[in-house]
């Protein structure tokens, strides 16, 4: 890599569009409401009737029952629904971490949930950043070395050291961007909360993804840290065209996305 700041998305659509898929929505009183949503050239990724069960003991717990879910480019979506809804499941659908019993997912018109071992872990390291709720930084490096660590990992040793010293300055460039490159040298455990969030968001774009996905990047902070990370996704999304898909339990921070969905009874009602 070259580059020292981070990279204006590309919000030009695909050359294709998806063909129109419909939405199932959750019981309203008490009846099923079916509603016809079109795919348009500006979808990113989607989630076709999606199924996910997860085995307690000897019993089948369905968590996901024909999930249709769509998020568009350069837009900040919101997943919202109660505790032990699947947002998380089908957020770690989306990222690959998972695979889904049945139905199909799509990133930029490419099937994704049929892909190989290997080709999910290439398919993450180039196109997907992803932020979780604790964190995840690796405590014995600093939080420059966190950062670094996606691009180290998505290429040959070789191409690590010749590329070292542009990667480096993406690195310092991406910790000033989240107001840490006074911190440059420190570990996970000299830092607050709000600064181990904003180093993983650092460490999400150090490979320039096309899809940011964030499970409950506040959930770990007091009010005001959550707020500044609330901000600082906003910023992304603004400044550089980043499309974003949050899953939130909060309320307020759901309001302020551009699309927003709920998961009740298995599946998604798209509230905007």
Known sequence: MNSTTPVKQNTKPNASAIPPWRVVRP???GADQVAAQT?????????????KSYRRHKT???????????ADQGKVTAIVGQSGSGKSTLLHLLGTLDKPDSGEIHFANQRIDNLSARQRDLF?????????QFYH?????????NIVAPAMIGQSLFSYFRNRSGILRRAKSLADMVGLSHRLHHKPNELSG????????????????????????????????GQSILQLLRNLNEETGLTIVMVTHDENIAAQC??????????????K
């Open 27 to 29: 019981e309203s009183d």
């Open 39 to 51: 795919v348009t050239e500006k979808t990113i990724v989607l989630a076709k009737n999606v199924t």
């Open 60 to 70: 089948s717990v369905a968590v996901l029952k024909g999930v249709d879910f769509s």
């Open 124 to 132: 993450r390291n180039k196109k997907l950043g992803m932020i979780f």
């Open 137 to 145: 930084l690796l405590p014995e490096l600093t939080l420059l070395e």
């Open 194 to 225: 709000g600064e181990m969030q904003r180093t993983a968001i650092a460490r999400a774009l150090i490979t320039d993804p096309k899809l940011l996905l964030a499970d409950e990047p506040t959930g770990n902070l007091d009010q005001e840290s």
């Open 258 to 271: 551009d699309a927003l969905v709920r998961l009740k009874g298995g599946k998604v009602e798209r509230l």
